[in-house]
């Protein structure tokens, strides 16, 4: 299921990713699976979730981790928000594609990509209300997810809401490690119990955690967690 693969080198591994989404039949088949059209796909009830935050449009986001910009431009395409969505992911490959993506629908006004990696988010503090992350934190060994979740916790004002989603670690999960080793080396990952992410999420300073219904995914069917931690 992963296991614990010690260091995990987060530059590498969005390297990988920009790699995959750049080059060939299968950086056609990734850019749509993670494209806003593609979000039925892997990420099926992402409504569900995202609802979990009650995100208004007075509200400051950010995406951690927004690959191509898929969860970014779906929330712009439904709320009118007053001010500019924002996301980062360490591959500036993925940013690239993702720039060309929200000029799609003609949203450059309305969202902002760069690239900044997890452990150093390169905002203020208090500069958010909500910050989601869809399926990165896998890619984060346990020095780089407490990192990241002092990081978060920093930029979100009090009272702020952290919505993530992820694979979980369990007997069949087994599934996405095989399948993934069958597809093509992946980048190194790791996977986390609910209780595991929980605690990580307390230590570094959200006063409440609670699991959201992730509802059922389509591909891969293994199973996923969801957490609503408040700042």
């Not at 614990?4 to 088949?29: C, Q």
């Not at 395409?77 to 000029?103: M, W």
């Not at 500069?127 to 869809?134: E, G, I, N, P, R």
């Not at 980048?187 to 992730?214: E, K, N, Y």
Request: charged share 25%; hydrophobic share 45%.
């Amino acid at each position: 299921m992963g296991g614990n693969p010690g260091h995990i080198d987060e530059t590498a591994v969005g390297k990988t990713y920009g790699e995959w989404f750049s080059h060939g039949l299968r950086g056609m088949v990734m850019r749509y699976v993670f494209s806003r059209r593609g979000l039925w796909v892997i990420n099926t009830p992402y409504r569900r979730i995202l609802s979990a935050a009650s995100i208004t449009p007075q509200d400051r986001v950010l995406d951690l981790g927004c690959g191509i910009g898929n969860i970014l431009i779906a929330l712009a395409e439904r709320i009118a928000f007053t001010h500019p969505l924002l996301g980062v992911d360490v591959s500036p490959d993925l940013i690239r594609i993702g720039e060309r993506e929200i000029a799609r629908p003609g949203l450059r006004d309305r969202i902002r990509l760069q690239v900044a990696p997890a452990t150093r988010l390169p905002f203020d503090d208090e500069a958010f209300d909500v910050v989601l992350t869809s399926h990165v934190l896998k890619h984060l060994d346990d020095d780089a997810l407490r990192t990241s979740f002092r990081e978060v916790a920093r930029v979100l004002r009090p009272g702020g809401r952290f919505l993530l989603w992820e694979f979980e670690k369990s007997a069949r999960s087994a599934i996405l490690f095989w399948s993934a080793r069958l597809s093509g080396l992946p980048p190194p990952f790791q996977l986390r119990t609910i209780a595991q992410l929980s605690d990580a999420l307390r230590l570094a300073g959200f006063q409440r955690v609670v699991r959201v219904d992730t509802g059922v995914f389509l591909i891969p069917p293994v199973p996923r967690l969801a957490l609503l931690a408040t700042r």
